[in-house]
């Protein structure tokens, strides 16, 4: 396993999540799952006008997709939709510009940094870890 590899798929990942559903990709895996909730839901405010960006996570993404699944977090006229069109406005274009500059940052950085990558790896292949930078 290449831990920059690891490294930098999950920051390309969480400026997908950060962009559709504006929150991390950690955060969004296990939001409500694994961690609490961070919303509250008696304090709604309403629509994409407001300046005010609503975090979906995975929980909730997927019982909005399951028939009879309610969330309490999307209730009303703010819909799993129109919050992801909202953030998708706000967070889109710094997220793609991210998702590029992010993959291309690696590249310089590992051929910057060649030499002590490999001498890293010789150590860990040395203590029989099972993984490289």
Do not use: C
């Amino acid at each position: 396993m290449k831990l920059l590899n690891l490294a930098e798929t999950y920051l390309v990942g969480s400026q997908l999540t950060r962009a559709l559903f504006a929150m991390n990709l950690g955060a969004w895996a296990t939001e409500g799952w694994l961690t609490d909730t961070t919303k509250n839901p008696h304090s709604q405010m309403g629509g994409m006008g407001s300046q005010w960006i609503q975090g979906v996570s995975a929980k909730e993404l997927l019982e909005g997709l399951v028939p009879g699944g309610a969330t309490g977090q999307f209730t009303g006229s703010w819909t799993i939709p129109k919050a992801m069109r909202a953030n998708l406005k706000l967070y889109g274009a710094n997220a793609a510009l991210n998702a590029i500059a992010i993959p291309v940052a690696f590249r310089v950085g590992k051929n910057v940094m060649r030499a002590p990558i490999a001498q890293v790896n010789r150590m860990l292949k040395m203590s029989r870890v099972g993984v490289k930078l």
